[in-house]
Nanobody
């Protein structure tokens, strides 16, 4: 019943910008936190940014000052504005919903992943 749908990935030159969106659909009561993770070839998946329902945020050191996460609680949607992109940002980006509550219980959900490629 619950789906996380991502959009906004693509190919961009170094120094450019992209905005990722992730919308959670279904009969959702609440979501504790939403965030973005990424995984580059040969590397482990890492947290990029996260935001709670109250607006508290945290970022990976590698993206501080360049990326900004935001959230629309009414729409169960999270965004990631990515500026000053670097080739090192190239990865598959995954949306995450932590402690998503429905009438069936509470679970974590993941989006399908969207490719971000930054050329030099």
């Amino acid at each position: 019943q619950v789906h996380l749908v991502e959009s906004g990935g693509g190919l961009v030159q170094a120094g450019g910008s992209l905005r990722l969106s992730c919308a959670a659909s279904g009969r959702i009561f609440s979501i504790n936190a939403m965030g973005w993770y990424r995984q580059a070839p040969g590397k482990q998946r890492e947290l990029v940014a996260a935001i709670t329902s109250g607006g508290s945020t945290n970022y990976a050191d590698s993206v501080k000052g360049r990326f900004a996460i935001s959230r629309d609680n009414a729409k169960n949607t999270v965004y990631l504005q990515m500026n000053s992109l670097k080739p090192e940002d190239t990865a598959v980006y995954y949306c995450n919903a932590d402690q998503l509550w429905t009438e069936e219980g509470v679970y974590d959900y993941w989006g399908q992943g969207t490719q971000v490629t930054v050329s030099s």
